[in-house]
C-alpha cells in the first residue's frame, strides 16, 4: 500500500498585512493539538513565521535559502527544527531570502527549486504548511509549484477582498503552465469585527462572489490583540493564552480544515 502523502498548503494572499503569517504559524500549532504531524516551511525572507515559533531568522543555521540555492550542500532533513510543541517541525526562513529572488533569475528550473527539494518528505507529515512572501515573486512560485491546495487569508476590507482577483488569476496561470495539482481549496477572513460594517460587508461579498462563495470556511479569525502579542514572544496563540477569542478561532478553523479533508466534522456552536 502506497504511503499517505501530507496535504502541502500554501497559505498566501498577494496583499500584505493580511494574517497570513499568524495563519500559518497558529493553524499549524492548532493542528498538532489535532495530532496532526504538521511542518511548517517559511519561504518569507521577513522571517515572521521562524520568529514566530521563537527562532531567529537571522541565525546561522541550515534554511530554507540553502535549500533552493544550495541544494547540494544542505537537505531539507537537516534543515528542519524541532519546536518546543510536540507534532510541530519548521524549516526557517534567513534574510539572505531576500536576495535569492535576484540569484534564481540565472538558474535553471527555477521555479522548481523547492519542489525538488521538499520532494522526499511529503510520506512523513500529516501536512505541509508554506508561508510565501506577500507579493509574486519566484519563491512564491516556488512554493506554488510545491503545493496542492492554497489557503487564502482575506482581511475582512475592501483592498484585500479586492486583491482576492489577482491571486485567483495567478494560480490559475500556474495550474496551466507549472503545477496542474494546484488547487485555491479555502479562503478564511481574517481581523473581523462584527462591530463594523465594513467587515461584515466583506464577509456578504465573500460568501456571494461566484468566485469564493464555495471556498469561504465558516471559522472566521475575530481581531484579537492576543494574536499580535503571541507573535512578540514567539509562541503560537493557542499556546500562549488558551483561553482567548484568538485560540479558540484557530483551533476551530483546524478542526475544519481537517473536515474538509473528507473526515466527519460537526462545526461546534460558537
Known amino acids: 500500500m502506497a504511503a499517505k502523502l501530507a496535504r502541502t498548503v500554501a497559505v498566501a494572499n498577494e496583499k500584505g498585512g493580511v494574517g497570513k503569517t ?49 541544494p547540494k550542500e544542505a537537505s531539507a532533513k537537516e534543515a528542519i527544527i524541532n519546536t518546543a510543541w510536540p507534532g510541530l517541525y519548521l524549516i526557517p526562513s534567513h534574510v539572505d531570502l531576500a536576495g535569492a529572488e535576484i540569484e534564481l533569475i540565472k538558474e535553471m528550473g527555477r521555479e522548481n527549486k523547492l519542489k525538488k527539494a521538499l520532494s522526499g518528505l511529503r510520506a512523513e507529515y500529516d501536512v505541509i504548511l508554506l508561508d510565501t512572501p506577500p507579493s509574486l515573486s519566484l519563491l512564491t512560485v516556488n512554493v506554488f509549484s510545491f ?37 485555491i481549496t479555502g479562503i478564511v477572513a481574517t481581523f473581523f469585527d462584527k462591530r463594523t ?34 507573535s512578540d514572544v514567539g509562541q503560537p496563540v493557542v499556546f500562549f493564552r488558551k483561553n482567548s477569542y484568538g485560540s479558540m478561532d484557530y483551533i476551530q478553523l483546524a478542526k475544519e480544515f481537517l473536515g474538509r479533508n473528507g473526515s466527519e466534522f460537526i462545526l461546534p456552536d460558537f
Open 147 to 183: 503545493a496542492t491546495e492554497v489557503l487564502v487569508p482575506c482581511q475582512t476590507q475592501p483592498y484585500a477582498f479586492a486583491a482576492l482577483d489577482n491571486l485567483f488569476d495567478t494560480i490559475s496561470t500556474i495550474k496551466e503552465n507549472i503545477n496542474p495539482d494546484i488547487t
Open 197 to 230: 460594517h465594513v467587515s461584515q460587508m466583506i464577509m456578504e461579498k465573500l460568501n456571494t462572489d461566484k468566485r469564493c462563495s464555495n471556498l469561504v470556511y465558516k471559522t472566521v479569525i475575530r481581531s484579537n490583540t492576543t494574536i499580535a502579542a503571541s
Open 22 to 70: 499568524a495563519t500559518v504559524v497558529n493553524l499549524g500549532a492548532a493542528l498538532s493539538m489535532e495530532g496532526q504531524k504538521v511542518l511548517v516551511v517559511d519561504m518569507d525572507p521577513q522571517g515572521n513565521t521562524t520568529s514566530g515559533f521563537g527562532f531567529d531568522s537571522g541565525h546561522d543555521r541550515i534554511s530554507t535559502y540553502n535549500l533552493i540555492m544550495n
